[in-house]
């Protein structure tokens, strides 16, 4: 079978310059004129929308009672899911605040049935993309 290396997510976006400039400034991500913004694993292209309208955020999921814990899913859309380390989770905070990062919620932090304590935090980019850190 064929090994699938990086993948990068494509995100329509109304205004691309400012878009570029806020995954750099204030997400800290290395971003070209391609239109790759990439900080670490999170890997994305950005382009130019033909027409604001073309620019769709996800909805948030459905419920459902299957995951391997007490969890049912999130209560917000999400668009891209980062995973960061536990321990840097704090720093991360802070640099996001001083960098005026859009939180529309969180810090969370709980501990799922199993006993896996998570936090969660939600940044919402220009275009209403949710990026949850956690």
């Known amino acids: 079978m064929v090994v699938f290396n990086e993948a990068y997510q494509v995100r329509l ?28 694993g999170m890997r994305l292209i950005l382009q130019q929308a033909k027409q604001p309208s073309d620019v769709v955020p996800n909805q948030a999921s459905a419920k459902r009672s299957n995951y391997p814990t007490d969890w049912e899913g999130p209560d917000l859309a999400w668009d891209t899911f980062v995973h960061v380390d536990y321990e840097q989770f704090d720093l991360l905070e802070q640099q996001l605040r001083s960098n005026g990062a859009n939180i529309i919620h969180g810090p969370i932090e709980a501990t799922h049935s199993n006993g896996m304590t998570f936090k969660n935090i939600y940044v919402q980019d220009p275009d209403g993309y949710i990026i949850v850190f956690g």
């Open 13 to 40: 976006v109304s205004d691309l310059a400012a878009a570029q400039a806020y995954y750099r400034d204030v997400l800290g991500c290395d971003v070209d004129n391609w239109g790759h913004a990439v900080r670490g």
